[in-house]
C-alpha cells in the first residue's frame, strides 16, 4: 500500500478503512480529501470524508458523481487516517462538489 505524493484537497483516493466499530464505513472505499493541503505538505495523517453509492439521505451527505457512479459524500463519517491507509489515488471531484462540501464542513463545526 502506499501513496508516494501528497494527496491534495479535492482529490478521492482508494482509502482502507478497515477495521472499523459499529456502523463506520467498512473495506477499501474512495475518499475525498478534505484537509487542507498546507497540513497535507506536512503531516503524515490526512482528513477524509468516505464516498458511497448507498446510504440514506442525510443534510451532512451531499450528492456527487465520480467516474460515471452517482452516490454521496458522507461528510458525517469524517476520518483521520494514516498516510499507509491510502492505497491509490483514482481521480478529483468537481470543483463545485468539493467546495458544497467544504461548505457543509463548515456548517458542522459552526458554534
Do not use: W, Y
Not at 497535507?40 to 450528492?63: D, E, K, Q, S
Amino acid at each position: 500500500m502506499g501513496v508516494k505524493a501528497r494527496p491534495q484537497r479535492g482529490e478521492v483516493h482508494l482509502v482502507a478503512l478497515d477495521p472499523t466499530e459499529g456502523r463506520e464505513i467498512r473495506r477499501t472505499s474512495p475518499c475525498l480529501v478534505v484537509s487542507p493541503d498546507e497540513l497535507n505538505a506536512h503531516l503524515a495523517t490526512f482528513l477524509v470524508a468516505p464516498m458511497t453509492t448507498g446510504g440514506h439521505p442525510c443534510p451532512f451527505r451531499i450528492p456527487c458523481r465520480f467516474r460515471g457512479k452517482v452516490g454521496t459524500v458522507v461528510l458525517d463519517q469524517l476520518r483521520t487516517v494514516d498516510r499507509t491507509r491510502l492505497v491509490k489515488r483514482v481521480g478529483r471531484l468537481e470543483e463545485d462538489t468539493v467546495s458544497e462540501a467544504l461548505a457543509v464542513l463548515r456548517e458542522m463545526f459552526e458554534e
